[in-house]
């Protein structure tokens, strides 16, 4: 993988490396996105809002603040609103806590939206280069350097926070509710510190996506954006972290795939112009079939379908002859029967494959 990492922006064309940067911007929204869903167990489908929050707090402080600042305020502001709407959303479960989310997203997009007719700025917002220290980050190369060190710390950071005690405690709020609450976790805290955290995440990713488009409209920040977090995290596999990079980037360069399929299925010129005015149906249909693929087949998504062919793997290489497991069975089945007290071996039931 590392070599993968290394070798793919000097092997790949620019158009290919731009989607690469793309998905691993993604990767880092879906990590947080990921930890909400997949370990607090707590669904969200306004995940769009927080980016739009992040991106548009980035649109109001770069003249006075550097990129790094200004990206981590769009977390923390994002964290802010998490918190905010995280504290209503505690008396809410399943259904009812998807709508709530839902209104956010469509009340951020009339704010975002309003923001940009009372700014005169219906065309974007323009964003200046993003610089660090005295390095400015123009070239696809660059973003990419930069990307793959911050997927890579935000992964750390997930993974350590998962692995200590605010991760089990999600683990055991997504569980069941009540028996966390008899083991001493105050659930309704470590919701919010869910949504929190979660929020933090994906704004960071909002503010990182403003720097790096260099232009930003309300019309981005829309619910089929929001709804393809929500596939990625799926189809990558719900509750890990791996996942949620590889559903990032099966989602992103899932576009190019298909356009490129098209072209070479009804030839150059009409395959082009009949994806490119259908483009966006055709991605949410393929969204659409992917989730009901993985969740009739794979429900835990491709780190499941990994999982599973290395345990098929494994089991292909250390599978024991037939005569010897049957053999080794048996005698295990009557050592039991000795040890259980049973004096004829007629009364000790031998099941094939068992050890009990």
Do not use: C
Not at 120 to 130: P, R, V
Not at 272 to 293: E, H, K, M, P, R
Not at 320 to 331: F, V
């Amino acid at each position: 993988m590392a070599a993968i990492l290394v070798i793919f922006p000097f092997e790949v064309s620019d158009q290919y490396l731009y989607i690469g940067d793309s998905a691993l911007l993604a990767a880092i929204g879906a990590i947080g996105l990921n930890v909400l869903t997949g370990n607090a167990g707590q669904m969200s489908i306004g995940n769009a809002a927080f980016l739009g929050i992040g991106a548009y707090t980035v649109i109001l402080t770069e003249s006075k603040l550097s990129f790094l600042p200004a990206i981590l305020l769009g977390g923390i502001i994002s964290g802010a609103v998490g918190l905010v709407i995280g504290v209503p959303s505690l008396r809410l479960r399943g259904l009812y806590l998807v709508f709530s989310t839902l209104a956010l997203q469509y009340v951020a997009y009339f704010v975002f939206q309003q923001y940009d007719h009372h700014s005169n700025a219906l065309s974007g917002h323009n964003i200046k280069e993003a610089k660090i220290v005295s390095v400015v980050i123009t070239t696809d190369k660059q973003w990419y350097v930069f990307l793959v060190i911050a997927v890579v710390i935000v992964a750390i950071v997930t993974y350590s926070i998962l692995a200590g005690r605010p991760g089990r405690a999600w683990e055991a709020t997504r569980a069941n509710e009540a028996s966390a609450a008899i083991m001493g976790i105050d659930v309704r805290r470590t919701k919010l510190t869910a949504f929190v955290y979660s929020s933090f995440w994906v704004g960071l990713s909002g503010g990182i996506t403003a720097y790096f488009l260099k232009n930003i409209t309300s019309d981005y920040f829309t619910l089929s954006l929001a709804i393809s977090y929500v596939a990625i995290i799926l189809v990558g596999g719900v509750g890990s972290v791996g996942g949620a990079v590889a559903g990032s980037i099966v989602i992103t360069f899932l576009p190019t795939v298909v356009t490129n399929a098209g072209t070479g299925i009804f030839g150059a010129s009409s395959g082009t112009g009949f994806l490119s005015t259908n483009l966006s149906a055709i991605d949410s249909g393929v969204y659409g079939l992917l989730v009901l693929v993985f969740m009739f087949a794979e429900p835990r998504g491709l780190t499941g379908l990994v999982r599973r062919i290395e345990r098929l793997m494994t089991h292909k290489g250390t599978q024991t002859p037939p005569e010897r497991s049957q053999a080794g069975t048996a005698a295990v089945g009557v050592e039991d029967a000795n040890r259980a007290g049973l004096t004829d071996v007629a009364d000790a039931r031998v099941i094939p494959g068992s050890r009990q």
